[in-house]
Antibody, heavy 124, light 107 residues
């Protein structure tokens, strides 16, 4: 059974960089038919896709966050990561990592596995 | 960006009732539409993909329909454990992948 687990600091100061890692177990992050994604949910609000990465390192980012996002993947440790720079209180949210499929045209499918989520608060 | 709009925002229903949730896309997403259920403190769970296909382990009382811009999630006979927020999501065009604002089902 595939499992995803987020880790990282729960508190980040304004203007600093939020860094999270998602550890994947029960399956290889290098499978060619999947993307690996970050999704966030501010308190009491809906879901926002942040970005997705392929095992080769190809990335797709939400245009609204593109200037502040960097995603990376480490196939040797079966992990992928998110860096979000210049954070403000508006970046306070539960951050989920998730898997979604990928077809032969490189188009995405739905999110079928999710991590439990990690609360990140931006505050001085 | 494809905007997903869900209605109603909140639905109060009794056990055993039939429930219909709506999701509208700002442009056609063909059948590249998924539904998720999220309970408090939990990650979303995939219910429906391809607009109408049930994900593994999802009870038959959940069904999805629609194509293009209009979609529906139906719970045929609401159970107490179905109290949750339900989100639709399009994966027809990216970036970005987009979610609806959610419908909260209260029992």
């Amino acid at each position: 059974q595939l499992q995803l687990q987020e880790s990282g600091p729960g508190l980040v100061k304004p203007s600093e960089t939020l860094s999270l890692t998602c550890a994947v177990s029960g399956g290889s992050i290098s499978r060619t038919t999947y993307y690996w994604a970050w999704i966030r949910q501010p308190p009491g609000k809906g879901l926002e896709w942040i970005g997705s990465i392929y095992y080769s390192g190809s990335t797709y980012y939400n245009p609204s966050l593109r200037s502040r996002i960097t995603m990376s993947v480490d196939t040797s440790t079966n992990q992928f990561s998110l860096n979000l720079s210049s954070v403000t209180a508006a970046d306070t949210a539960v951050y989920f990592c998730a898997r979604h499929g990928r077809n032969y045209q490189l188009l995405p499918y739905y999110f079928d596995y999710w991590g439990q989520g990690i609360q990140v608060t931006v505050s001085s | 960006e494809i905007v997903m709009t869900q209605s109603p925002a909140t639905l109060s229903v009794s056990p055993g009732e039939r429930v219909t949730l709506s999701c509208r896309a700002s442009q056609s997403v063909t059948d590249n539409l998924a539904w998720y259920q999220q309970k408090p403190g939990q990650a979303p769970r995939l219910l429906i993909y391809g607009a109408s296909a049930r994900a593994n382990g999802i009870p038959a009382r959940f069904s999805g329909s629609g194509s293009g811009t209009e979609f529906t999630l139906t719970i045929s006979s609401l159970q107490s454990e179905d109290s949750a927020v339900y989100y639709c999501q399009q994966y027809n065009k990216w970036p970005p992948l987009t979610f609806g604002g959610g419908t909260k089902v209260e029992i």
